[in-house]
């Protein structure tokens, strides 16, 4: 499978290698399945084009958008220790979209994960039973403002009741106002004992799309 990143760094075309379906809408659902952005279509061969630009909340009402947008420390996938680690932008308007769904006819028809290996979404899926492995996903980024990140932050996971391992995540992204693709690349994981948990990242770093020629799409479907 093949991707494109065109100039404005927000619009992807590829296959969904798996689809075979049918022509289907490609939304976020931030808000709620009754109020889906949609960002393109698939066709019934899996091609697709996706462009998170210029998206419109006009049909949101302010009631989902209070529920979903939170302060943009809380919002990604890792954690900090604390918000203290973000300055001034840890307050900032912010919403994570894990997944792309796929929509037929207004309905829920399947979802999209967006993984450098296939590997990866078993951990994506149940992180407590399943090993994560070094490599790629991918996600969705909404901010309220423009926001540039380039810091570390360091934070902690239970490798087992009386083991605590320290995480780091490397934060060197720039966000523009509105929805952006979000990459998380896990350089180093630690090796847990299977039968307490799954081995979990210990090193990310999280950045803009470094080489959307990686990113696969995988659909799953209801």
Aim: hydrophobic share 35%; glycine share 8%; proline share 4%.
């Amino acid at each position: 499978m093949c991707c494109f990143f065109w100039a404005n760094a927000q619009e992807i075309t590829g296959k969904i290698k798996n689809h075979g379906k049918s022509d289907m809408d490609m939304v976020l659902m931030l808000f709620g399945m009754d109020y889906p952005i949609s960002i393109g279509k698939v066709d019934k061969k899996g091609q697709f084009t996706v462009n998170l630009a210029n998206l419109t909340m006009d049909h949101i009402p302010e009631d989902n958008k209070s529920l979903s947008i939170g302060p943009l420390y809380f919002n990604f996938f890792f954690g900090c220790n604390s918000s203290d680690a973000f300055g001034d932008n840890a307050e900032k308007p912010a919403a994570r979209q894990d997944f792309v769904r796929l929509t037929k006819g207004g309905d829920w028809a399947g979802t999209v994960f967006l993984v450098s290996d296939e590997g990866l979404r078993p951990w994506i899926e149940d992180s407590g039973y399943n090993n994560a492995i070094k490599g790629s996903f991918y996600e969705v980024m909404y901010v309220a403002d423009d926001v540039n990140l380039n810091m570390t932050c360091n934070s902690s996971v239970y490798a087992a009741d009386n083991e605590e391992v320290e995480t780091e995540y490397k934060f060197d992204i720039e966000l523009k106002k509105g929805f952006n693709w979000v990459e998380y690349t896990i350089n180093e994981v630690y090796e847990t004992d299977p039968n307490i948990r799954a081995s979990f990242p210990s090193k990310v770093t999280i950045s803009n799309v470094k080489d959307p020629s990686k990113m696969l799409w995988v659909g799953t479907y209801y």
